[in-house]
């Protein structure tokens, strides 16, 4: 299995392992080794499947504006979180590849192999809750089928950016392209760098 597989495998599979919970709040144990690479996509997809939740809960029309402000701050410090584990993603392949010669022609990704595989993992929980509108018994048929159609759309995404992100890793072992990591300098969470926050200091 090569390492695109491995990450579609555990994706859908911490995707259906979150729905056995349906619960935000949900606690469970990794299946991983502790630092393994595995381990941080199992935790990327967690992260995401959570998050894609509190977006849902926090779209309710009737939701109180004290627990809409809470989950908001849960949705910020997810954001984060996420953030820092595609970095922790980068890191691993930054290390895998830092002895690869690179070519002199070699270009560089409008990505990193991270985000891409961020991309990945959404795309896991898109496929899951579009199915699930497909085998809705309570949805009308043109509901059913437009969901349909869509689902058909992201499963040839899946593929296509599988394929891209394979080769962009084979790629990058080859020398063709190399890889530079930016760390999101996300100015909202910092309180030195967001107004709001350090002109109450």
């Not at 499963?155 to 190399?178: F, R």
């Amino acid at each position: 299995m090569n390492f695109v597989d491995t990450c579609n495998k555990i994706f859908k599979e911490t995707t259906n392992l979150y729905h056995n919970y349906d619960n935000i709040d949900a606690v469970v144990e990794c299946p991983y080794p502790d630092g393994s690479i595995e381990a941080r996509l199992f935790k990327k997809n967690w992260i995401d499947a959570v998050q894609w939740h509190m977006e849902d809960i926090i779209r309710a029309t009737d939701i109180d504006p004290v627990e809409a402000l809470s989950l908001k701050r849960r949705i910020d410090k997810s954001n984060q979180d996420r953030t820092d584990m595609v970095e922790e993603i980068d890191s691993f392949f930054r290390d895998k590849f830092k002895d690869v010669p690179v070519a002199a022609d070699a270009t560089i990704n409008t990505e990193s192999p991270a985000w891409a595989i961020d991309r990945l993992s959404i795309l896991a929980l898109k496929i899951y809750h579009m199915q699930q509108e497909v085998i809705r018994t309570d949805a009308s048929a043109e509901h059913i089928a437009r969901c349909r159609g869509k689902l058909d759309v992201l499963l040839e995404q899946q593929v296509d950016l599988s394929t891209a992100i394979a080769q962009l890793l084979d790629d990058i072992a080859a020398g063709k392209k190399y890889m530079k990591v930016y760390r999101q300098m996300k100015m909202y969470n910092d309180p030195d760098t967001n107004p709001v926050l350090y002109g109450k200091k």
